[in-house]
């Protein structure tokens, strides 16, 4: 008499390939997963090799970053330089005109005193 309880050689086997065939289906797809997750992480890698080929080595980016500092103060003594030299010019330039404006106001003072002067002789 077997009842449900009954544990024979064809049913243990029918439920051990059962729970096996389920362990192994989950197994297939954990590894499933975790390849294609490895697949994702070896892309983001690639990425990222393929990111760092662009990037300016540090010594090459101090050494550019001198050259420009160097451009960039030898640029602004020239400036300098021009400024100052503006300066003298603008400087030497009002001279100029004063001592133009000094003479020509003598000139008309001169010229003032000999009209008056012809005036009072003629008169």
């Known amino acids: 008499m077997a009842g449900e309880d009954d544990w024979s050689g064809f049913t243990l086997k029918a439920y051990v390939d059962?729970?096996?065939?389920?362990?192994?289906?989950?197994?297939?797809h954990a590894?499933?997963?975790m390849d294609r997750r490895l697949d994702q992480m070896n892309e983001f890698r690639g990425q990222l090799a393929d990111q760092a080929k662009n990037f300016m080595p540090r010594d090459e980016y101090v050494a550019?970053?001198?050259d420009l500092t160097a451009r960039y103060e030898s640029l602004r003594?020239?400036?300098q330089a021009m400024r100052e030299e503006q300066a003298t010019e603008i400087g030497a330039a009002l001279s100029r005109q004063r001592l133009t404006s000094v003479a020509i106001a003598f000139v008309t003072i001169i010229v003032s005193v000999g009209t008056v002067v012809a005036i009072i002789v003629t008169h």
């Open 31 to 33: 590894l499933t997963s």
């Open 18 to 28: 059962a729970l096996f065939t389920e362990k192994q289906r989950q197994v297939d």
């Open 77 to 79: 003594a020239s400036q």
């Open 64 to 66: 550019r970053h001198e």
